[in-house]
């Protein structure tokens, strides 16, 4: 049956890998997709690149610190200055191309108030990145982004998701303190062995760059590791891309969370 799906926007082609926000903290030093995805896709190998047309992120965060201003400003290109805290959980798709192979991104917004934790923490699994976002102008919101991802990875195999730690509302900090907060941002998301950005929903500056490195670092990682399934190796192994590259989230196996409610 032919799919009636409308073609993937033309603002949504991923030709080349999106470049690193700040090369201390990256996922990997690489300027390129990895050879092997990159060769999987050129020759088309619809039975498996084909497989894997969507991605989970779920983001999760403090209260008011600007989760569903980020999700909105890229999918929507709006911004919301009347603040509405989410109830629960909620969801955007956004469609890509990345190298030829059509591929999606489902955001999950979820909720920072308390009482609502249990019920978003239900939508954490199955997830392929996490988003952990705080607020560039609250050094609380920073030093609450540890449980937040403790509570996200209960639900998920550590050694198997992407982790983003994301500072917001940059366009109101100043030079001088942002400064002072990114040092400490990226000290924490090298603990976490998390990619650091920071955006500004207000201005949109690089809320495009970071979901477009989201989107392509998910598909390859999810390339990857069908290619590995493929290849008959042990399941569970990480594919290392690259011994040299000093890549995060490749050079040890993350172990699950043992913290508890």
């Known amino acids: 049956m032919m799919s009636m799906l409308a073609p993937v926007r033309r603002d949504r082609i991923i030709a080349e890998l999106p470049q690193c926000f700040h090369k201390e903290a990256a996922l990997h030093s690489r300027s390129s997709f990895h050879p092997q995805v990159t060769g999987a896709c050129q020759e088309q190998r619809t039975g498996t690149v084909g497989r894997f047309k969507i991605s989970k992120i779920i983001v999760v965060g403090d209260l008011s610190v600007g989760k569903t201003c980020l999700i909105n400003r890229f999918c929507k290109d709006t911004f919301d200055k009347n603040y509405k805290a989410t109830i629960g959980v909620d969801f955007e798709m956004e469609r890509f191309e990345v190298l030829g192979v059509p591929f999606s991104l489902q955001l999950w917004d979820t909720a920072g108030q308390e009482r609502f934790k249990c019920i978003a923490s239900t939508y954490y699994r199955g997830a392929q990145a996490i988003v952990i976002v705080f607020d560039v102008n609250d050094v609380a919101s920073l030093a609450h982004t540890r449980q937040w991802l403790a509570d996200a990875l209960k639900e998920n195999d550590p050694s198997n998701v992407i982790l983003f730690l994301v500072g917001s509302k940059k366009d109101l900090s100043p030079p001088a303190q942002y400064s ?26 690089n809320v495009r760059e970071f979901f477009f490195r989201v989107a392509s670092l998910t598909f390859e990682s999810s390339v990857l590791a069908e290619l590995e399934k493929s290849s008959a190796r042990k399941i569970g192994d990480v594919v290392r891309i690259c011994s040299a590259d000093g890549d995060l989230y490749l050079t040890a196996q993350r172990r699950k969370s043992k913290c508890c409610r």
């Open 180 to 205: 002072l907060i990114e040092r400490d941002a990226i000290k924490v998301a090298k603990e976490m062995h998390a990619e650091y950005w920071a955006v500004s929903s207000l201005t949109g500056e």
